[in-house]
């Protein structure tokens, strides 16, 4: 690893532009001192300030208390997807494999819902697959491992709930630290995570 003294000359010797970058996209992953040396950057080649507002925001994450009780806001929401709010709300993995004419198309999603639309968005997606997910080479191997593997997961839903709402959490660290974690906020922020795909881990 080097010592901070040269990362500090590395930096010294960056442009403006590839600071810039470093904070508005990599900052999250930067260790505590190396954070404080890209704030030194910013403020001493004078770059836009509220670059390091955003540094800030994005690295401020959420531990302890904190984080245990947005996972408890997360969990109370109402459900996206049929609103309606009767048990606490699960993350979910959702995989389908599609395969058209010899090409299988295969996207994953993750969902917070609640038990109910959660469950159905699984079986749904595992029917799918086990329909149209063969017809192509890679649809062979990848549908039988899909399957099983997605029918398996049903025995994990709490731990799987558990890795996806932290995942968001920390994706979204900056967010939340800028928008604020109203419900309003959380709500929308997670339909829209809903939607996304999520490339492999
Ligand atoms: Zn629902």
Known sequence: MY??????ENYKGFSNSKIE???KNESKGLRKD???ILKDEIETRNLDINLINWVETETKSFDGIERDSLITKIQNLNCPKCSIKKDKLYGF???QIVSVLLFANDTRKEKILCLNCGKKAKLKAILITFF????????IF????????DSFNFLFIDKISDRIINRVIDENTGHLRRKGTENKTLNLLIKRRNQKEILED
């Open 93 to 95: 993995e959702i995989n």
């Open 34 to 36: 190396v954070l404080g």
């Open 3 to 8: 010592s901070v003294e040269e990362i500090r």
């Open 132 to 139: 149209a997910g063969w017809w192509s080479r890679r649809g």
């Open 21 to 23: 970058n470093i904070a």
């Open 142 to 149: 990848l549908t039988p491992f899909t399957v099983l593997k």
